[in-house]
């Protein structure tokens, strides 16, 4: 079947604005929900593991793949390091008879969505605001004064983009943020 005759979820956001644990609160609830596990080059964080949270790329390795044309979607996400969501892998979820959830950046997200426009659904986490966003990231403990500064700069950039998505949740509670977007989803889904 053609790429574009099945459905996904995409779920973006400015790091830190806490799509990864509305992901996480989804893919827990829904087994029909399954993540789509992106390329990157960049190194694993403590507890990462190979082919679990990313399947990790060299960056001559992510470019052969370029080449081939095995990306749906890729991005020098931040300088220096790829992401990119493989063909083979929205393939490998939807064999299973699942529903792939992207966890992308906001360009990525852009791309996709535009390949998959009737079907998918696209959702933008936005945090409170960028002061809320330094905190988080702050708590999170994984930012270099230099990554936070470029991740915060970046995160005002994105927010400009939030109404090019189908469905726009301020993540102000993450229970609440977490019901709505389990909302749309079921929506869009017919479930
Ligand atoms: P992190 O390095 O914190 O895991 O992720 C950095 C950013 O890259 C996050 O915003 C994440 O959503 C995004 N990202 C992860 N996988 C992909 C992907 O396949 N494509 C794109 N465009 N962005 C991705």
Redesign the pocket.
Known sequence: MPLSNQKLIII??P?GAG??SITRFLLNKYPRLSF?I???T?KPRAGEQDGV??HFLSEEQFRAKIEAGEFV???M??EG?Y???LKSELQRIWDAGKVPV????V???IHIQQQFSGNSLSIFIEPPSVEELKKRLESRGTETAESMATRLSKASYEMSFSHQFNKTIINRDLDLACLETEKAIKEFLGW
């Open positions: 973006t956001a790091s799509k990864t789509s992106s390329a990157a960049r949270q990313y979607e890729w991005e996400v931040y390091s992401y990119g969501t992207l966890d992308i950046d360009k990525g997200a």
